[in-house]
């Protein structure tokens, strides 16, 4: 994937460290859902939002068997904690950068 998509989930990952929620999109003021954090706007490309969500789809680790989680279901449902989503970013990062 192109380090734009790195970077982006980098950006995104930067906005659940200054706040995370659950079952919404902004839960409280200053607090975003990953499929929040994740919205960069018309400005990013097709590809790269695309990209993006592959990268969290893949590296979800859902902890509910048997369930197809998309974004906004495992934010709300598998996540525990700011710092379970912080890893999950990471995990996404990771697998960027791994991809060609
Ligand atoms: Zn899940």
């Known amino acids: 994937m ?6 982006l989930l980098q ?14 999109y902004e839960p409280e003021p200053g ?3 990953a499929s929040k954090a994740i919205q960069v706007g018309a400005a990013c490309p097709i590809q790269d939002q695309y ?3 592959v990268a969290l789809a893949k590296t979800m680790n ?3 068997p048997g369930r197809r ?3 906004p279901h495992h934010n709300d449902y598998c ?6 989503a912080l890893d999950w970013f990471d995990r996404a ?5 791994e991809q060609p």
Not at 11 to 24: F, L, P, S, V
Not at 79 to 84: I, M, P, S
Request: charged share 30%; with cysteine; proline share 0%.
């Open 51 to 53: 990209d993006m969500g």
């Open 31 to 33: 607090l975003v859902c």
């Open 93 to 97: 990062i990771a697998y960027a950068k």
């Open 62 to 64: 859902c902890d509910s």
């Open 2 to 7: 192109s380090d734009d998509v790195v970077s």
């Open 79 to 84: 996540l525990r904690t700011q710092a379970d």
């Open 11 to 24: 950006r995104a990952k930067e906005k659940i460290a200054a706040g995370w929620g659950q079952g919404d």
């Open 69 to 71: 989680h998309n974004i």
